[in-house]
T-cell receptor, first 115, second 113 residues
Framework: AQSVTQLDSQVPVFEEAPVELRCNYS??????LFWYVQYPNQGLQLLLK??????LVKGINGFEAEFNKSQTSFHLRKPSVHISDTAEYFC?????????????FGKGTKLTVNP | GAVVSQHPSWVICKSGTSVKIECRSL??????MFWYRQFPKQSLMLMAT?????????EQGVEKDKFLINHASLTLSTLTVTSAHPEDSSFYIC?????????FGPGTRLTVT
């Protein structure tokens, strides 16, 4: 069975500072990895995804993530955050063989960007 | 890009009544759709996989007789919460996929009073 651990439930940061949101996964098979953002009372928006190839994945809004197979991690980073980045961020994993559309989510990290 | 819509966006119902939530893929056909539930300040939990033309597949612990799923066409799946109780109050989100990726609906906020 797959699982996702987001180590930080809340991350406060000042505007224009860098941020890293941590995500570790466990799986006995190869995985697809995703980061989604959720603004209050809205659905999920895909930030980026790793399916194969380059381990450094660039997404929307200046975010990027690096897949590290040896550490089973997929941490999300942004070099300089804005107030508008305040939201809930979810890391997710799926099994390419067993139904790649079925996602297992972490518990989320609430990013708060302060002025 | 592909768009998934949900209707209604929010609904309030009385305990004991049933409520239907629709999930539509607006510009693509989806053989499979997924229903998730999200409690306040928690993650999304997969409830069931909705298969067009066949029965839904429910995750362990999800009551299939309480959460009725119908996938009547390639663009529409419905989730009916039967005999709703206050503990069913939650944010329900559907997703659908095509070759381009997985797309989530905006969610439906259900409040049972």
């Amino acid at each position: 069975a797959q699982s996702v651990t987001q180590l930080d439930s809340q991350v406060p940061v000042f505007e224009e500072a860098p941020v890293e949101l941590r995500c570790n996964y466990s799986s006995s098979v190869s995985v697809y990895l995703f980061w989604y953002v959720q603004y209050p009372n809205q659905g999920l928006q895909l930030l980026l995804k790793y399916l194969s190839g380059s381990t450094l994945v660039k997404g929307i809004n200046g975010f990027e993530a690096e897949f590290n197979k040896s550490q089973t991690s997929f941490h999300l980073r942004k070099p300089s955050v804005h107030i508008s980045d305040t939201a809930e961020y979810f890391c997710a994993v799926s099994d390419p063989q067993g139904g790649s559309e079925k996602l297992v989510f972490g518990k989320g990290t609430k990013l708060t960007v302060n002025p | 890009g592909a768009v998934v819509s949900q209707h209604p966006s929010w609904v309030i119902c009385k305990s004991g009544t049933s409520v239907k939530i629709e999930c539509r893929s607006l510009d693509f056909q989806a053989t499979t759709m997924f229903w998730y539930r999200q409690f306040p300040k928690q993650s999304l939990m997969l409830m069931a996989t909705s298969n067009e033309g066949s029965k839904a597949t429910y995750e362990q612990g999800v009551e299939k007789d309480k959460f009725l799923i119908n996938h009547a066409s390639l663009t529409l799946s419905t989730l009916t919460v039967t005999s709703a109780h206050p503990e069913d109050s939650s944010f329900y989100i559907c997703s659908a996929s095509d070759q381009g990726g997985i797309y989530f609906g905006p969610g439906t906020r259900l409040t049972v009073t």
